[in-house]
């Protein structure tokens, strides 16, 4: 390490100027980090997230999750119900309307088990953004509950006090890719600024 994440100060041993205060921006920062040396580099790096990057979420642990999900959606089940075509045709049912309410209501069921069943085997996400995140969000990517406000500006920028629940598990979302294009990151910056 070149600088000392309590002083911020360059050390001896780096080969560096000893005692120059070093600071560190990172814009769309990859999972690179344990929660502890996360917080301990807060006051040396400031990470910058947008909306729902998927770079920011994505770890080796969380891709071994979408790999134990991938097996267990196609291996983890001998009943044919449960397989992932079968999967597959109810959600396309649920989605176009099809069917009674009844059977909607037992689909949307269906769905929150198994949803819960494959969160609670995703715990292998181990590394996370370094030092202070500030996560930029668009106001429709906030909660429904948050949204009602009108006086709340279309760009919010919050600071994340704990990265492990915010960066835990990615978030499926339309624009979990284009999220970390380096031209968005450019305008919501300018915007913001």
């Not at 891709?63 to 009943?79: H, I, K, M, P």
């Not at 059977?103 to 069943?117: G, N, P, V, Y």
């Not at 949204?147 to 920028?157: G, I, N, P, R």
Request: charged share 20%; aromatic share 8%.
């Amino acid at each position: 390490m070149w600088a000392d994440p309590l002083t911020c100060a360059t050390i001896p041993s780096s080969g560096l100027p000893a005692d120059r205060r070093v600071s560190a921006y990172c814009f769309a920062p990859p999972c690179v980090t344990s929660p502890q040396l996360s917080k301990l580099c807060s006051s040396l790096v400031v990470s910058f997230v947008f909306g729902q990057d998927l770079v920011a979420r994505l770890s080796l642990g969380s891709v071994r999750d979408l790999v134990r999900c991938a097996w267990w959606l196609s291996y983890g089940t001998n009943d044919p119900s449960e397989s992932c075509a079968s999967i597959m045709t109810r959600i396309a049912s649920f989605q176009s309307g099809g069917g009674t309410r009844e059977e909607r209501e037992d689909i949307s069921q269906q769905f929150i088990a198994l949803r819960k069943t494959l969160e609670a085997n995703m715990h292998m996400a181990d590394l996370f953004p370094t030092g202070r995140v500030l996560l930029a969000l668009r106001k429709g990517d906030l909660p429904s509950d948050y949204q009602a406000e009108t006086h709340v500006e279309d760009l919010q920028v919050f600071e994340v006090n704990d990265v492990e629940v915010v960066f835990g598990q990615i978030t499926f979302a339309r624009d979990m890719l284009s999220c970390h294009l380096p031209h968005h990151y450019d305008h919501i910056l300018h915007e913001f600024l």
